[in-house]
């Protein structure tokens, strides 16, 4: 979404001095098919006429909101282009997308029967990770297994038949893809093509999430847990780095920057992450969002047996975790000089003015 932001609108905007007078943010295309497609749109009007007051409507709900601008974005903000880098733009932990296989699923989609199977034939446990891919975080599925066999020395795992048989399948399906890098691949079947394993405890953040949560369910894993790269993860993140990441202010800053799949919400670190302004804080205040955000965490593990689909889903978020959340929001708000009551899109306008600032010297 980025990309197309800034080769359609920027021209538009800035060269041919068009103007959004109103739009309807994304919705799905309904019809009376009996095969319809699910095609997800958006509506914008623009023209060379500035007319005083826009309007904004909810695609899913039809609600307007007058406004006096609308950005590329869609939002009610200046006309502010959010572009890709590879660091942070403030002073915060980098975040990295997780491991890569290729493979095939021979490596790193080994069931727990298969894991079973394996240790009684005699292969060390230590040769085994979990893996946790987007659906595995989201529903607490903790049944995948994967050879890891990075760093450890050919001789301790080289005379087990499973683990040469899991080696050969990885060599054939790198060999058949059209890609010449991944058949190159096969000459080190035991390794993932994309290796970003940091051996420390991480907080994950799915790529993909659905638009119906209120919230983004993001959380930590130890190192025997290896995070592929269906998910964003950052190494040694603190509770003050949850609290953020787990807040209003975060979210709404996905929900306009970020990219759609269909109509889910598609995370990025070089877009959503990286430009994403934090505030400066004071000690008071951060400890403050640090114990909102441990509360997060002490809520959901009243709930062992639910999933994150089933904690985030809006019809069956447990009460303590929304005021677990909503306790949180109004520490990160006040953070960002924003009242508890803040709209998303006084938020949106808050961080467009805090991107402004930050990035006023980037281009002269």
């Known amino acids: 979404q980025g990309v197309s932001v800034l080769q359609l609108w920027k021209p538009l905007l800035s060269k041919f001095n068009i103007h959004i007078n109103f739009a309807v943010t994304t919705f799905k295309w309904a019809n009376e098919a009996a095969d319809e497609a699910n095609v997800y749109c958006c509506i914008i009007g623009f023209s060379f006429v500035d007319e005083k007051t826009k309007v904004i409507y909810d695609g899913k709900t039809l609600s307007s909101l007058s406004v006096k601008h609308i950005n ?50 005699g ?22 297994w994967g050879l890891w066999l990075v760093g450890v020395e050919p ?30 691949l096969a000459k080190e079947p035991y390794r993932p093509e994309f290796n970003k394993y940091p051996g420390t405890d991480v907080l994950v953040i799915p790529a993909h999430t ?23 993860f950052i190494p040694n993140a603190n509770m003050y780095i949850l609290g953020i990441m787990n807040s209003v202010v ?32 004071d000690e008071k205040n951060r ?41 949180n929001d109004k520490a990160v708000l006040k953070a960002y000089g924003l009242k508890s009551s803040a709209t998303e899109q006084e938020i949106v306008q808050r961080l467009f003015k805090m991107y402004e600032e930050l990035t006023k010297t980037e281009d002269q």
Request: hydrophobic letters at 35%.
């Open 210 to 232: 659905s638009s119906r949560r209120d919230y983004v369910p993001i959380g930590y894993y130890d190192p025997s847990y290896v995070v592929t790269n269906a998910c964003f």
């Open 72 to 121: 590329a974005y869609l939002a009610d903000a200046d006309d502010t282009f959010i572009t890709a880098r590879s660091k942070p733009i403030c002073n915060v932990p980098q975040m990295d997308y997780g491991t890569k296989f290729t493979d095939g699923g021979f490596l790193c989609k080994i069931s727990d029967e298969q894991h079973d199977a394996m240790l009684k034939s």
């Open 155 to 184: 001789g301790e795992w080289r005379k087990y038949k499973a683990v040469r048989e899991c080696l050969n399948h990885v060599v054939e399906n790198r060999l058949a893809s059209k890609k010449d890098a991944t058949k190159a």
């Open 250 to 281: 975060s979210n709404a800053w996905l929900r306009v920057v970020g990219g759609r799949l269909k109509d889910d919400y598609r995370y990025s670190n070089t877009i959503v992450y990286n430009n994403l302004p934090w505030p400066d804080i």
């Open 287 to 327: 400890a403050k969002i640090e114990k909102t955000a441990k509360a997060i965490l002490n809520a959901r593990e009243k709930f062992p047996d639910s999933s994150l689909a089933d904690l985030y889903d809006p019809l069956t978020m447990p009460v303590e975790l929304r005021r677990a959340h909503e306790e």
């Open 123 to 144: 292969v060390p446990a230590k040769l085994f990770k979990h893996i946790i891919g987007a659906r595995e975080f989201t529903n607490r599925i903790t049944n995948r």
